[in-house]
C-alpha cells in the first residue's frame, strides 16, 4: 500500500463525503424511523461494491469488507456510526439547514455515517491490505432507549464472523479541527431515566388539616433519596441524581390532588446503580406511609456505562499519534453524559474516541443537542483517516 496515493484518493474524496454528510443533515430522522436513511446509506454502499444487509434489528445496517488473505471465520473489526436525529428545530442558516420541521442532526450522526461511508469506500478499494476483516455498523435509535445497540447485539451483529473489537468516534466541538480525545477505562455514566406520580388529597390551601399537598410529599421524596445516595455512595464511585421537573397543578390556594417529577441517575458501578434504584423504591413507601399519600416510581432502564478497554484504546492513540501527530492527542476526564455504544463495551473490548469539530475562528462552539449545533468540515477528513488508519493498522 502507498501511503501517499491512499491520502491522494481520501483528498479526491472528501467532497463527496461533505455531499453525503450535507444530504443527511438535510433530512434527519427519528429514532427507529431512519427508513430513507437506511436507503441512502444502502444506495451509497451498492453504488461502491460494498457487500451490506439492511434492515438490521429494523433500519439498521451492517457491511462487510473481507481481507484478502483471511477467511470469513477470521474474528474481525467493527466500526459504528449511528444514524438518529434528535427533535429539535434547527436555527443555522446554512445551504444543508435541516428540511425537516422540528427534526435536527444536532448530535452530529449525520458526521458519523458519512465518516464509516467513506472510511468504507476507501477501505473496499484497499481490502488486500487488511490484516483481518471489516465490519461496518450503521446503527438506528441511539437517541432513545433501549438503545439500537442493544437492539444490533441481540440481531448478532457481532457474530458471523466474530467481531473481536469494536472502534467509534463522536463529534466533539470543544475540541478544534485535527484534534482527537481519548481516556481509557472508565468513560461514560450509565443512565436511567426516573418517572413519578405523586398521589395526595387536594383543597384549598387555607386548610391543610383537609389536604395532603402532594409537593410537600415529592420533595421529602427526593430529599429523602438524594440523603441515601450521599450517605451510601462509595467514594470511588461517580454518580449523578438530578430531578429536572417537578410538575403540580394547584394554584395561590388550591393544592393540587396529584404531582409528577421526572429525573435521571447515572453512575459508573452496576451494582451501585441497583442499589439506588432499589432505594428509589424503598424511600417511596417510606414516605408515602409518613403523609398517607401514594407515590408510583416508573425506572425506565437506561443504558450501562462505557468502559474503554485500556489495551485497545491505548493501541488506537499510538495509531492515531503516528497518524495525525502525538500533539494533536488530548486526554479526555470523566463523562455523566450516556452513549448506547457502552451496550458493546460490556460484550467486546471497545474504543469510544471523540473527534475534534471545532471551528477554530469562533469565540465558541455550540454543544451537541444544541439548535445551532454545527461542525468544520474538515473535521470529515481528519475522521476517515482516523478510521482508515485504525482498520489497516
Not at 79 to 92: K, Y
Request: charged share 20%; net charge negative; proline share 6%.
Amino acid at each position: 500500500m502507498n501511503p501517499e496515493q491512499l491520502q491522494q484518493q481520501l483528498q479526491a474524496l472528501v467532497p463527496q463525503i461533505v455531499a453525503w454528510r450535507r444530504q443527511l443533515h438535510m433530512h434527519p430522522e427519528p429514532s427507529f424511523k431512519e427508513y430513507e436513511t437506511m436507503a441512502y446509506v444502502s444506495s451509497v454502499l451498492s453504488s461502491y461494491g460494498i457487500s451490506y444487509q439492511k434492515g438490521v434489528a429494523g433500519t439498521g445496517i451492517v457491511a462487510y469488507i473481507a481481507a484478502s488473505h483471511h477467511d470469513s471465520q477470521t474474528p474481525c473489526l467493527a466500526l459504528r456510526a449511528d444514524l438518529d436525529a434528535l427533535p429539535i428545530q434547527e436555527q443555522n442558516e446554512v445551504p444543508y439547514k435541516s428540511q425537516v420541521p422540528g427534526w435536527m442532526h444536532a448530535c452530529g450522526h449525520d458526521v458519523h455515517t458519512s465518516i464509516l461511508l467513506g472510511t468504507a469506500v476507501l477501505l473496499q478499494a484497499y481490502k488486500e491490505n487488511l490484516k483481518r476483516p471489516v465490519k461496518l455498523i450503521f446503527q438506528p435509535g441511539e437517541e432513545q432507549n433501549p438503545g439500537g445497540a442493544s437492539l444490533m447485539i441481540d440481531a448478532g451483529v457481532l457474530e458471523n464472523p466474530r467481531v473481536k473489537e469494536l472502534v467509534a468516534l463522536h463529534v466533539y466541538p470543544e475540541l478544534p479541527v485535527g484534534k482527537i480525545g481519548l481516556k481509557e477505562g472508565l468513560y461514560m455514566a450509565s443512565s436511567d431515566e426516573i418517572h413519578v406520580e405523586i398521589e395526595g388529597v387536594g383543597g384549598h390551601g387555607a386548610l391543610p388539616a383537609r389536604f395532603v399537598n402532594p409537593i410537600d410529599v415529592a420533595i421529602a421524596w427526593m430529599l429523602a433519596c438524594q440523603q441515601f445516595v450521599q450517605e451510601n455512595c462509595p467514594s470511588t464511585v461517580p454518580q449523578v441524581l438530578t430531578f429536572g421537573r417537578f410538575e403540580a397543578l394547584g394554584s395561590t390556594n388550591v393544592v393540587s390532588a396529584t404531582a409528577s417529577v421526572k429525573g435521571t441517575f447515572r453512575t459508573m458501578d452496576e451494582t451501585w446503580r441497583a442499589a439506588v434504584k432499589s432505594a428509589l423504591q424503598e424511600k417511596a413507601s417510606e414516605v408515602a406511609a409518613q403523609f398517607g399519600a401514594k407515590i408510583n416510581v416508573s425506572i425506565g432502564e437506561g443504558y450501562p456505562f462505557l468502559m474503554n478497554d485500556p489495551i485497545l484504546t491505548n493501541k488506537v492513540k499510538g495509531i492515531l499519534a503516528d497518524t495525525i501527530g502525538p500533539a494533536q492527542i488530548e486526554t479526555l476526564g470523566l463523562r455523566m453524559t450516556a452513549e448506547d455504544f457502552a451496550f458493546y463495551s460490556h460484550h467486546r473490548p471497545v474504543c469510544f474516541f471523540r473527534l475534534g469539530t471545532g471551528f477554530a475562528d469562533k469565540a465558541s462552539n455550540p454543544a451537541v443537542h444544541h439548535p445551532q449545533f454545527d461542525i468544520d468540515e474538515n473535521a470529515l477528513e481528519v475522521g476517515v483517516k482516523c478510521m482508515l488508519a485504525i482498520a489497516l493498522s
